[in-house]
């Protein structure tokens, strides 16, 4: 199939998909915000008055979640490379979050004294060469682990998009390693077809 035809193909299922359609109706900005709404009432991630970090957070779907579950008390600082249209109640980053300079950023937006909740809903730039596409994956895997070692309180959780296949062994050998449990989350909104899937990690094993 041309590229042209398999672009024209992906837009027409976008656009006819369920969970598009109920994003657009209910105002919420990527459909990526039923699958963090479907999580965490399973797993209560989100509490008012927590300190919540949104890794790759454009166009903010999972920070507007995160606002409405907070309902105001606590504090949710969203980070892109991309421009994102500002969300009450989220403080906006924009730049790379392993640059010092937007670390410095992030640690002046409050997190200072140590994050509840890491979210990393983080993809390349997608080149089409899958081997390529795949370690770049798992490279923004990593960044957000080691921001989550140095950042997540003792009974903090992080929840991080990885695509499975290589190098998904090796990642969640790491995320065992570095917390006390491991779980893994495939929400409804998740396209059957994507090999995307969700890790939760709670608990930094040698803090508390």
């Known amino acids: ?46 509490r008012p008055g927590q300190t919540v970090v949104d890794l790759g957070c454009a166009p903010g779907g999972w920070c507007q979640v995160a606002a409405s579950r907070l309902k105001g008390q606590g504090r949710i600082v969203g980070v892109d490379l991309l421009e994102m249209v500002g969300i009450g109640g989220v ?74 296949g290589s190098g998904f062994e090796e990642y969640v050998k790491q995320l065992r390693a570095a917390f006390r449990t491991v779980a893994v989350r495939k929400p409804k909104a998740s396209r059957d077809r994507s090999r995307e899937v969700y890790l939760l990690a709670r608990g930094l094993i040698g803090q508390g």
């Open 91 to 164: 403080t906006f980053i924009q730049g790379d979050f392993t640059e010092d300079a937007v670390l410095a950023e992030l640690e002046a937006a409050g997190i200072e004294n140590g994050v509840d909740l890491v979210l990393s809903d983080m993809a390349p730039n997608i080149s089409g060469v899958d081997s390529a596409d795949q370690a770049r994956s798992y490279y923004l895997a990593e960044l957000a682990l080691d921001f989550a070692r140095q950042h997540l309180k003792a009974d903090g959780a992080m929840l991080i998009k990885v695509f499975q």
């Open 1 to 46: 199939m041309k590229r042209q035809a398999k672009s024209h193909a992906w837009h027409h299922q976008h656009v006819n998909d369920f969970y598009v359609r109920q994003s657009v109706e209910q105002g919420w900005r990527s459909r990526a915000a039923f699958k963090l709404t479907e999580i965490d009432d399973r797993d209560k991630l989100l």
